[in-house]
Nanobody
Framework: QVHLAESGGGLVQPGGSLRLSCAAS????????MGWFRHAPGKERDIVAG????????YEVDNVKGRFSISRDNAENTVYLQMNSLKLEDTAVYYC???????????????WGQGTQVTVSS
């Protein structure tokens, strides 16, 4: 079993930054592909970024490229999402997810955290 716990959400003004953290626990966490998803009101939950188990491959959705970056520290079993230049449309609940398998996008994730709210507002 894998347990994921997000932290770092909050209220930020447009143009500001936040760093989300996802603490993972369980067997072979360091071998898991990890992803960050978000669910905004009235929209479907979509992937924002993902990272391979080694950190050697990353993915960011087009509308966050250059603003968000994903990283992981396998020694600390933690995955991060650094979010810069935040926009109003980045407001959503952000979820950490994990999956067994090397694909990052276009696949299902089997483990999910509870989510953390990110609100971008002036």
């Amino acid at each position: 079993q894998v347990h994921l716990a997000e932290s770092g959400g909050g209220l930020v003004q447009p143009g500001g930054s936040l760093r989300l953290s996802c603490a993972a626990s369980g067997r072979t966490v360091s071998s898991l592909t990890m992803g960050w998803f978000r669910h905004a009101p009235g929209k479907e939950r979509d992937i924002v970024a993902g990272i391979s188990w080694s950190g050697g491959r990353t993915y960011e959705v087009d509308n966050v490229k250059g603003r968000f970056s994903i990283s992981r520290d396998n020694a600390e079993n933690t995955v991060y999402l650094q979010m810069n230049s935040l926009k109003l449309e980045d407001t959503a609940v952000y979820y950490c997810a994990a999956r067994r398998g090397s694909d990052i996008v276009g696949v299902s994730y089997g483990y999910w955290g509870q989510g953390t709210q990110v609100t971008v507002s002036s």
